[in-house]
T-cell receptor
Framework: EAQVTQNPRYLITVTGKKLTVTCSQN?????MSWYRQDPGLGLRQIYY???????DKGDVPEGYKVSRKEKRNFPLILESPSPNQTSLYFC????????????FGPGTRLTVT | AQTVTQSQPEMSVQEAETVTLSCTYD???????LFWYKQPPSRQMILVIR??????QNATENRFSVNFQKAAKSFSLKISDSQLGDAAMYFC?????FGFGNEKLTFGTGTRLTIIP
C-alpha cells in the first residue's frame, strides 16, 4: 500500500530534550516536506527536500533541522525543543512537478512542557 | 507571497442539505493549483478536489464541486447531500505552478463543518 508513515504519532517531552520525528514514504517520491498545524494558523511549511541531500527552509524553520540521506526518509529533528513547538506535525511527499498530488502522513502530536 | 483566506471558522448544515465553504486567495501569478483538503477527527489530510487555474471548467468529484472565479480570486467548495461523514475541518490550499522544486502548499486557516442529523 502506498503510504507516508510517521513515528511517533504522539510525543510528550520536556524543554531541551532532543527528539526526532521520522517520516518514510514507499512511493519513490523525490519531494518531501514538513508542515506544522496550529489552531487559527492552518498548516505552515517548515522544511522541504527536492531530492537526496537537497533540503531548504520553508516558512517557519527556526528551531528545526532535517536531513535527507535516503530517498524514502526525511526525519525532522528538534535539537532543543521549546513549548512554542507544541504542535501537530505532518510529513508530505510527492513526485516533482506541480501537477502531482501530495500525500500526507497521519500526523504527529507533539507536546513540549 | 501568496495568501489564502477562509473567513468562516465554523459552519453547520442539516444532513442531506447543501453547504458552501468560502475561500479567497491572493497571488500575482497567472498559473497555479487550488485544493480543498478534508481533515476528519482522525487528523488525516485527505484531498477532496483540485482545480488547475488555466482550466475554465469547475472541478467536480461526486458530491463535491467548486466554484472557481479566477478574476475574483475565489474558490468555494460546495458539498451536496451532506452526510454525517462529511463532518471535518476543511482547508483550502494554493500551490504555485512555478515552484522551482518546492511544491509548497499555502493553506488557509480552515473551516470546521458540523453536520446536524
Amino acid at each position: 500500500e502506498a503510504q507516508v508513515t510517521q513515528n511517533p504519532r504522539y510525543l510528550i517531552t520536556v524543554t531541551g530534550k532532543k527528539l526526532t520525528v521520522t517520516c518514510s514514504q514507499n512511493m519513490n517520491h523525490e519531494y518531501m516536506s514538513w508542515y506544522r498545524q496550529d489552531p487559527g494558523l492552518g498548516l505552515r511549511q517548515i522544511y522541504y527536500s527536492m531530492n537526496v541531500e537537497v533540503t531548504d527552509k520553508g516558512d517557519v524553520p527556526e528551531g528545526y533541522k532535517v536531513s535527507r540521506k535516503e530517498k524514502r526518509n526525511f526525519p525532522l529533528i528538534l535539537e532543543s525543543p521549546s513549548p512554542n513547538q507544541t504542535s501537530l506535525y505532518f510529513c508530505a511527499s510527492s513526485f516533482t512537478g506541480t501537477s502531482y498530488e501530495q500525500y500526507f502522513g497521519p500526523g504527529t502530536r507533539l507536546t513540549v512542557t | 507571497a501568496q495568501t489564502v483566506t477562509q473567513s468562516q471558522p465554523e459552519m453547520s448544515v442539516q444532513e442531506a442539505e447543501t453547504v458552501t465553504l468560502s475561500c479567497t486567495y491572493d497571488t500575482s501569478e497567472s498559473d497555479y493549483y487550488l485544493f480543498w483538503y478534508k481533515q476528519p477527527p482522525s487528523r488525516q489530510m485527505i484531498l477532496v478536489i483540485r482545480q488547475e487555474a488555466y482550466k475554465q471548467q469547475n472541478a467536480t468529484e461526486n458530491r463535491f464541486s467548486v466554484n472557481f472565479q479566477k478574476a475574483a480570486k475565489s474558490f468555494s467548495l460546495k458539498i451536496s447531500d451532506s452526510q454525517l461523514g462529511d463532518a471535518a475541518m476543511y482547508f483550502c490550499a494554493y500551490r504555485s505552478a512555478f515552484g522551482f522544486g518546492n511544491e509548497k502548499l499555502t493553506f488557509g486557516t480552515g473551516t470546521r463543518l458540523t453536520i446536524i442529523p
